[in-house]
């Protein structure tokens, strides 16, 4: 049931239908009590923290390609040590976390959360997870790393490159009533907005698709066969699972740190982005300004 009520407010913030209007309505004031609150949000003064920031951010609420985006930068910039500092989402610990240095992780996914432990899992670069995200930056720096990814640091008080993904939805407005996390025009904050970039997707062979990342039907264009989908960041539990033991289960990267603990046949969908040229030039003419 609390599937079912979490995938129709799901569906009204991104895909809305006609029986969605009267919640959208009923919402609507809310949302733009929100929109004014985060345009006060945007600091009119930035802190120079002494290191490159480089700010991978977007305006909806989640399923923009962050994460493959961060991945591919780390994987493009191979020769750099690089640091990745997050929230840590629905982690289970609180305060700064080394999730990851530069040789190993050093914590579960529980006290990382799901989107640190794939960047930890699937690169080379150290990960840190921190509410107060100055305190993950200057702790990153103190690692020696030659510049800081921040996740979704679109609105933090920092001199930094501010680099924005921009996904249009079809329902209009901010949360509550919609799904934009910033109203349009905040895109004005941003030094670089990336609109579309190329996405290579290889789907493994296998029986059920099991996933709980944000949006999860938009990897029905990929595949065909039998699916369950759970709610964003879900903490599996044996109990949603067992019935699938004897299948082979293809799963995201994000679900997988999470689902490897269960005795189970997984096998993870590779997600591949092709960086747009004006995002390497953006970088690097940022990187060598900052020297």
Do not use: C
């Not at 977007?58 to 493009?76: C, D, E, M, R």
């Not at 959360?113 to 840190?128: C, K, Q, R």
């Not at 004005?188 to 996405?199: G, K, P, S, V, Y």
């Amino acid at each position: 049931m609390k599937n079912k009520i979490y995938s129709f407010f799901e569906e009204m913030l991104f895909y809305p239908k006609w029986y969605h209007l009267p919640f959208i309505l009923i919402l609507l004031p809310f949302s733009f009590i929100y929109m004014i609150i985060m345009h006060f949000k945007f600091p009119k003064k930035l802190e120079n923290l002494g290191i490159p920031i480089i700010s991978v951010g977007n305006i909806i609420i989640g399923g923009s390609g962050k994460t493959p985006l961060t991945k591919a930068l780390i994987n493009y910039y191979k020769d750099k040590k690089i640091a990745v500092v997050l929230r840590g989402y629905k982690r289970k610990s609180k305060g700064l976390v080394v999730v990851k240095n530069f040789e190993k992780i050093l914590v579960d996914v529980d006290k990382s959360g799901d989107e640190a432990m794939e960047i930890a899992s699937f690169t080379n670069a150290a990960v840190i997870v921190s509410e107060d995200r100055k305190k993950g930056i200057l702790k990153a720096k103190e690692m020696g790393a030659d510049f800081v990814i921040l996740d979704d640091g679109f609105d933090k008080p920092f001199e930094k490159l501010n680099i924005v993904i921009d996904k249009k939805i079809k329902n209009p407005f901010t949360i509550p009533a919609g799904g934009y996390r910033y109203p349009r025009v905040a895109l004005r904050f941003a030094d670089l907005i990336i609109n579309e970039f190329q996405r290579e997707v290889k789907v493994p062979n296998g029986d059920i698709l099991i996933s709980g990342i944000s949006n999860p039907k938009r990897l029905l264009k990929f595949w065909k066969k039998d699916y369950k989908f759970f709610p964003d960041h879900y903490e599996y539990k044996w109990e949603d699972l067992k019935e699938f033991k004897d299948k082979i289960i293809v799963t995201t990267p994000k679900d997988y740190v999470k689902l490897k603990k269960f005795p189970l046949n997984l096998k993870i969908i590779e997600l591949n982005v092709k960086i747009p040229k004006s995002l390497i030039n953006k970088i690097d003419e940022y990187l060598i300004k900052f020297q």
